[in-house]
């Protein structure tokens, strides 16, 4: 037989370091983000909004790095919880338009602790933490 089955070690998956540090600094967050009842996509999704206060459905997705499918439960809950609205663009009637409420901006008061929070959680000297997000953005770069 004599294949070499190396490749299918999951000590030489780089994936597999990503998953689990991806997985394990989402669990952080949550003890953060429970007193602000969000989950870390409704989180996300909020930071993109906060930071445009009005964005399409699509320009969103392409952020985030994720599908109508998975949004669209997503800002369903944020609508009800009364963050942002969704409405049909005038111009094209395709495209959803997503905006920030006034409870939605006074959320943002609330969420600025989360970061400070969380940088506790992830000892890298800052050097080491800029490397690891280049890397990362380049990684993301060559997916599209």
Do not use: H
């Not at 392409?62 to 599908?67: G, H, I, P, V, W």
Request: hydrophobic share 35%.
């Amino acid at each position: 037989m004599g294949e070499n089955f190396e490749s299918l070690k999951l000590c030489n998956q780089l994936c597999f370091p990503l998953y689990a540090c991806s997985k394990e600094i989402v669990k952080r967050y949550k003890p953060f983000l429970d007193p602000i009842d969000l989950t870390y996509t409704q989180y996300i999704t909020m930071m993109v909004v906060w930071e445009e206060k009005e964005i399409t459905v699509k320009e969103l997705g392409e952020k985030l790095f994720l599908d109508s499918g998975t949004l669209t439960p997503v800002l369903k809950k944020l609508e009800q919880k009364g963050f942002v609205t969704r409405n049909r663009s005038k111009d094209d009637e395709r495209n959803l338009i997503i905006n920030l409420t006034d409870e939605g901006e006074k959320l943002r008061e609330k969420a600025l602790s989360v970061p400070e929070n969380m940088g506790g959680c992830i000892c890298l000297k800052p050097d080491e933490a800029k490397t690891l997000y280049d890397l990362l953005y380049k990684i993301l770069g060559q997916m599209e």
